[in-house]
């Protein structure tokens, strides 16, 4: 059996017991005004954050998700999308589309402007997807990626980019690990399926990203996740796991290369009225302008001595230079 049959049969449990915590902590749940979840929508919440983010979400967009948990992310998609099959939920397991279509239905009965054919429920797999080619706003998808390994990966990630629009927004939420994981980690299945030891570096995980053609990518959290021990997994140190939220956009590249946000600022505090560097990045006194890591390097290699660099922040919201 395959990694990925080995994951196929923990989510199968997963969807026809639910497993609180099984592979992820519990993601927020999102108070929007109206919106009500299911306790067991909650109960099925496998993922490590959200992907629902409302400014990915204006005018309506059509939304694909893919792995589709309980349905919560779906339901909340659907919030901002109230029309017929405007939302996509894709997943390979049987059991758990089944589910999903049954927690529909108590999701009808909290919420009146809830419709269970909102969202379209389809059987599929990541690397396959069963849409035609950029025929979606935004994609979406929550702990399931850092289950892949190289050569998937690269394939999910494209399938991704083929059915997105141009400047569609891929939204996601993974596990990273920055320490190197032995190979008794790497190779253990149902720990890869818990979403535990496939984590990658995350100048891997944007790697895999921009190989894939995005040209605009987004950090937008970064946050304690798990804790490998030597007491209860195959490692002989103490590994430290985190969570990434990151939207890649499918921009075009530049000649120079992506446009990396993670959590970066300029600050100038000279005697003039402004600072403008003439590649389109004016920074007005004492007045932080987010920047990707491209610019950052571009205006610390001037040597100014009124303009600070701040580290990054891993947390980015927009209102950047690019």
Same mark, same amino acid.
């Given at each position: 059996?395959?990694?990925?049959? *080995? ?17 992820? *902590? ?26 629902? +983010? ?23 998609? $659907? ?14 397991? @049987? ?8 927690? !529909? ?12 054919? !909102? ?12 849409l035609e080619n950029e025929s979606v706003d935004v994609a979406a998808q929550n702990c399931l990626f850092n289950i892949f ?24 939420? @993974? ?8 190979? *008794? ?22 790697? $895999? ?65 402004? !600072? ?24 610390? $290699? ?10 990054? *922040?891993? +947390? ?7």
């Amino acid at each position: 059996m395959s990694y990925l049959d *080995t994951t196929k049969d923990v989510y199968k449990k997963a969807a026809e017991t639910p497993d609180i915590g099984l592979c992820c *902590t519990t993601n927020p749940i999102w108070e929007l005004p109206g919106l009500k979840i299911p306790k067991i929508m909650q109960e099925m919440n496998y993922g490590c954050g959200s992907t629902v +983010h409302p400014r990915d979400l204006s005018r309506n967009p059509k939304i694909l998700y893919v792995g589709v948990g309980g349905g919560m992310e779906l339901l909340q998609f $659907a919030y901002f999308s109230r029309e017929k099959g405007k939302v996509i939920g894709v997943d390979v397991v @049987d059991e758990m589309l089944e589910a999903s279509q049954a927690n !529909f239905k108590e999701a009808e009965a909290l919420n009146p402007w809830f419709s269970s054919d !909102f969202v379209s429920l389809r059987k599929g797999d990541a690397l396959n997807l069963p849409l035609e080619n950029e025929s979606v706003d935004v994609a979406a998808q929550n702990c399931l990626f850092n289950i892949f390994k190289d050569q998937e990966l690269k394939k999910a990630v494209a399938e991704m980019y083929r059915v997105l629009k141009p400047h569609g927004r891929l939204v996601m939420s @993974d596990p990273t690990c920055e320490q190197e994981m032995n190979v *008794t980690l790497r190779e253990d299945e149902r720990l890869r399926a818990l979403c535990l030891s496939g984590s990658l570096p995350i100048d891997q995980y944007v790697k $895999a990203l921009t190989d894939a053609g995005f040209g605009t990518i987004e950090i937008r959290a970064r946050k304690p996740y798990r804790i490998l021990d030597p007491g209860h997994y195959p490692t002989e140190e103490l590994i430290y796991i985190e969570s990434i939220e990151v939207a890649a956009i499918k921009d075009p590249m530049p000649d120079d290369g992506p446009c990396i946000f993670t959590g970066k600022a300029a600050i100038y505090y000279g005697d003039q009225p402004y !600072f403008d560097d003439k590649k389109g990045h004016v920074l007005m006194p004492n007045q932080p302008l987010a920047i990707c890591d491209k610019t950052a390097a571009a205006l610390a $290699a001037l040597n100014r001595n009124d303009i600070f660099i701040s580290p990054s *922040t891993y +947390h980015y919201d927009g209102g950047g230079c690019c």
